[in-house]
């Protein structure tokens, strides 16, 4: 049974007239009559009574009348749900992120613009380390991956997010913690440094050792861990220094210092990542709502 029968018969039903349920649909009398006709011999029972002055519903016409109204109020609501997700305006978004997104503004900034132009969306963050979120990205597991950099594969895409400097974490009782200029990776290098071990599976590390690679600088890593508040806390203990993306400065603990570094190639990237197969209304949303944040500053820069 086609959707315009139903359509039609609520129409005649409505206005107890051909006529005018004819003008109503803008279709002529004739073919309306005739599709009547066919759907009460597919139902096999008359739907109205017709004489010469008026046109009447049978029992079977009532019942039908209220059957046909829910039928297609079910139709038009799932037509708009369904059409409200294909345009992204529900459904949800699985957003990937490292330890240190939350203490930058950029994404706090994206996901509150996000939220008000698209609240009936279900966010779902993870937070996981940098490779981490390279395997959820392949199995569609993940839409958005925000993470420090790493070695991508070909199927996956990325830009940059956020550009910031490095900074020393020092112990604010060693003599390191006793100035705020500027210091050297070379003058770094020296001390006995708390670094993420490589099961950490953050993109820092492999920063960390090619900046004191290319300087054929090897500094001493003397405690491995797994994540950087740990990292702050063993310097604050005394353990050793350490090197970290100045956002988290962020985090004060007593005993520490953060100090600039001089080498101007001491920074560290934050990437927004996806697939590089058709991404979802969500996620086309949310990256514009990223570029907009981004727009007016100078902290996106194309990926090398």
């Known amino acids: 049974m086609e959707l315009r029968y139903l359509r039609y018969f609520v129409a005649v039903a409505e206005e107890l007239h051909f006529g005018r349920a004819a003008q109503r649909l803008g279709i002529s009398q004739p073919p309306l009559s005739q599709q009547i006709r066919a759907l009460e011999a597919e139902l096999g029972t008359p739907l109205f009574l017709r004489t010469n002055r008026r046109v009447e519903l049978t029992d079977a016409g009532r019942l039908f009348l209220g059957e046909a109204r829910e039928i297609l109020a079910r139709t038009e609501r799932a037509s708009r749900r369904v059409s409200r997700l294909g345009r992204g305006e529900t459904g949800q978004l699985r957003i990937g992120f490292t330890t240190s997104v939350p203490l930058t503004a950029t994404l706090p900034r994206a996901l509150m613009r996000y939220r008000q132009r698209f609240p009936e969306v279900e966010l779902r963050m ?24 790493a070695t991508l594969p070909e199927s996956l895409e990325a830009f940059t997010l956020i550009r910031e400097p490095l900074v020393a974490v020092v112990n ?9 200029t500027p210091l050297t990776l070379a003058a770094l290098a020296d001390q006995p440094f708390v670094y993420f071990s490589p099961a950490a599976g953050t993109g820092l ?18 405690q491995e861990v797994g994540g950087p508040n740990t990292i702050i806390s063993l310097v604050a203990s005394g353990l050793g220094v350490s090197l970290l993306p100045a956002s988290f400065r962020h985090i004060q603990i007593d005993n520490v210092r953060y100090r600039p570094i001089s ?14 197969r058709q991404l ?25």
């Open 280 to 304: 979802s209304p969500q996620a086309t949303h949310f990256i514009d709502e990223v570029k907009a944040v981004i727009a007016g500053s100078d902290t996106l820069h194309a990926r090398p």
């Open 172 to 180: 604010a009782q060693d003599p390191l913690g006793q100035d705020d």
């Open 263 to 276: 080498d101007t190639d001491a920074v560290s990237e934050v990437w927004l990542t996806h697939a590089r």
């Open 205 to 222: 590390l492999e920063q960390f050792q090619v900046l004191f690679a290319s300087r054929g600088l090897t500094p001493q890593v003397v």
């Open 126 to 149: 993870h937070e996981l380390n940098s490779q981490r979120q390279i395997a959820p990205l392949l199995e569609n597991e993940l839409d958005i991956g925000i993470m420090r950099p």
